[in-house]
């Protein structure tokens, strides 16, 4: 953008929605950038986690920067209720457009692409510019998990889409944006050069945390099926050096949960049983059983799959201690955390009745072939096919 696209930036009042991952390939931020290429920043908005990356999941923010003093104002849109999760229209006024800068994970609970939706919304009021610098999708192109079924959007989910979607989040503003039918000027600057198929390692890019839970590469691939575990009474290792990769909870018996897991004969990946103790969050201080999920081959790899057996084998070998997370979710207080991140009570229901892994993930098929099919208008990348 800064270098093909000047004349979105040069002289125009710009507002920024960005975080720690905001940077060029030599890891200078957004916020400095714009300005150093004559824009005039007059906003800065923060997603879940806050500008600079600090808080945790689910922690209200308030105003923060990411400057070395004065600057433009910043707006955090995570706040304490679900009414600041959307930019208040007069922080928009004088504005001619709003960059949006964002690394997305590629998995629908994942909220940043849910603030950028919202952002969307809030330009075609306005009759602001959005305008996205697009990422990578660390996942991929591939499509795994069901849609969202009519009456359980959230801010896990605010528009059909599968769980691990495969699109960038310049391709899913394009589509939430055709299927919401906004009118706003929308534009994506696309990537140079990147294929869909490309694994993200080979790119040479430094791994930037998008948030304080995702460290690694290796956090985001399992993290689709891991994050499932944050509608449960199990941790999901938050609290350990290896969040979604750890998990477990004191009831576990860690050997017996890797036996029963490593039997389920799952895709690119193996359970290795340990004890941990979280520092923070579930189970804090509690000496827990558990397995470290292990990726040997992530072309292989099915993570939400992987996820739903971990539910599974868990309800299997625990019955009497095993539960539902009852607290609010992502502001959500009258259904279960777990139906809004499986986007239904399917998972639930099933996991509860006993049902078999292949039973629970069944009508996957129709749903990834359906979206797949939903997404291709607004592909802007080749699969390398």
Known sequence: MLRDRSRLIEGRHLGLLCNPTSVDSSLNHAQRLLPAAGARLRAVFGPEHGVGGTAQDMIAVDGDAFTDGGGPPTYSLYGAHEATLAPKQRWLEGLDAVVIDLQDIGARYYTYVWTAAL??????????????????????????????????????????????????????????????????????????????????????????????????LDTAWVYPGGCLLEGTSVSEGRGTTRPFEIVGAPFVDGGRWAVALNNEALPGVRFRPLSFQPTFQKHAGEVCGGVQLHVTDRAAFAPLRTGVALLATLQRCWPEAFGWRAEAYEFVTDRPAIDLLAGGTWLREGVCAGASLDELCAGWGAAERAFGARRRPFLLYSDGA
């Open 119 to 216: 952002m969307l919304r809030a330009c075609a009021e306005a009759g602001v510019q959005a305008i996205v610098c697009d990422r990578p999708n660390p996942l991929g192109g591939a499509i795994e998990g069901p849609s969202i079924e009519a009456g359980f959007e959230s801010f896990v989910g605010l528009h059909p889409v599968c769980v691990r979607h495969g699109l960038t989040i310049g391709e899913l503003c394009r589509l939430y944006a055709a299927e919401q039918q906004l009118d706003v000027d929308l534009e994506v600057i696309e990537l140079g050069g990147w294929r869909r198929d490309r694994p993200y390692e080979q790119l040479g890019l430094p791994w930037i945390l998008p948030s304080p839970n995702m460290p690694t």
